[in-house]
């Protein structure tokens, strides 16, 4: 069996579907008050053997429940919300709740991956290498440390050698329409787009970054799925790695991709950015991928444009949107 935590959510749900699709089948999926919630339509055409509250899980899971028969936990559950400014409910969900769970698959013997975040590099001033010596990094805001804080924990407890972590950077794409205002832009924008004919974006406020020339590392989530997996059947293969495109594009870009995706001329609005993000926001980001490519890993991602035509037109533009 495979426990998939956060496995109703935007990454969880679409390991699950990459994992129907190579056969796997016998899966848990934790997750938390999922059922009758939004996220719920993720999971309506995947395949898997049972649903358990995270609530109750991480207890069930050391007095013993799963003892047996556990081949691997892809932990993607956590709050990803990089707005939460409660450190301590984050320290609890992100940080400690990874730590016993790490802990458990060890003993265990079963194979470790979960998620950790490009937001643990700031501003990026220390660069974006996943260099295990460099980890010594500053984040913008309280969900970025918390997720700091495990990555930290790994390396503190000798545990990359043991478990896989995953720095992911700004994944896009199918399933992740619960998500409200932690929606990708792409989202964001062809919902603006159908309905407006306009996309919003930020002013810039530096100077060396012209309006919508702000700069994220966007990675679809589709080709995110097919690394993980790789990693899962190369269990040898243990550190922590970003994840990521390797390119930097700009939104400007991100918005002309998904206007000719929509099939619609390019207008582009810049609005004020809010005071509550002007002080934690990263005008760039690039996966340093050289630690990945020392592994030998096949996958390959795809730029803006073909990720975003592939979003739009097999996903967005089509009644039924998820992932099956």
């Known amino acids: 069996m495979i426990i998939v935590t ?10 699950i579907w990459g994992l129907n699709r190579k056969g796997f089948k016998d899966i ?3 997750d938390q008050n999922a059922a009758g919630s939004p996220k719920w339509g993720n999971l309506d055409k995947l395949s898997y053997t049972a649903y358990f509250e995270s609530s109750g899980f991480l207890t069930s899971l050391e007095q013993g429940k799963w003892n047996t028969g556990v ?7 956590a709050c990803s919300d990089t707005t939460e ?48 010596d460099t980890l010594r990094l500053k984040a913008l805001n309280p969900y970025g440390q918390s997720k700091l804080d495990f990555d930290l924990s790994v390396l503190r407890n000798k545990w990359e050698t ?6 992911f950077f700004n994944v896009y794409g199918p399933n992740e329409y619960h998500k409200g205002a932690m929606r990708s832009m792409v989202h964001k924008g062809f919902e603006q787009i159908q309905s407006g004919g306009k996309l919003r974006l930020f002013k810039s406020y530096k100077a060396e970054y012209p309006d919508g020339g702000q700069k994220r590392d966007f990675v679809y989530v589709k080709d995110v799925v097919d690394l993980v997996l ?19 594009q700009s939104w400007n870009e991100l918005a002309e991709a998904l206007f000719k995706a929509c099939r619609k001329p390019v207008q582009i609005e810049y609005v004020d950015m ?51």
């Open 71 to 77: 081949s691997a936990i892809l932990h993607m559950g």
């Open 230 to 248: 790789w990693f899962m059947e190369h269990p040898a293969k243990k550190g922590i790695y970003n994840v990521g495109a390797g390119r930097a």
């Open 274 to 324: 809010p005071e509550s993000i002007k002080n934690q926001y990263q005008y760039f980001t690039q996966a340093d991928l050289t630690k990945l490519r020392q592994t030998n890993c096949p996958v390959t991602f795809q730029n803006l444009e073909t990720g975003v035509s592939d979003y739009v037109k097999h996903h967005l533009l089509r009644e039924d949107p998820y992932l099956s």
């Open 28 to 30: 848990l999926v934790v």
């Open 6 to 15: 956060g496995g109703a959510g935007f990454i969880g749900s679409a390991l």
């Open 162 to 167: 043991q478990v896989t972590g995953f720095r």
């Open 85 to 132: 400014k409660n450190t301590a409910f984050l320290r609890e969900n992100n940080t400690l709740y990874s730590e016993r769970l790490a802990a458990w698959a060890i003993r265990h013997n079963v194979y470790f991956a979960y998620a950790s975040s490009a937001a643990a590099y700031g501003a990026g001033e220390r660069g974006f290498s996943d260099d295990d």
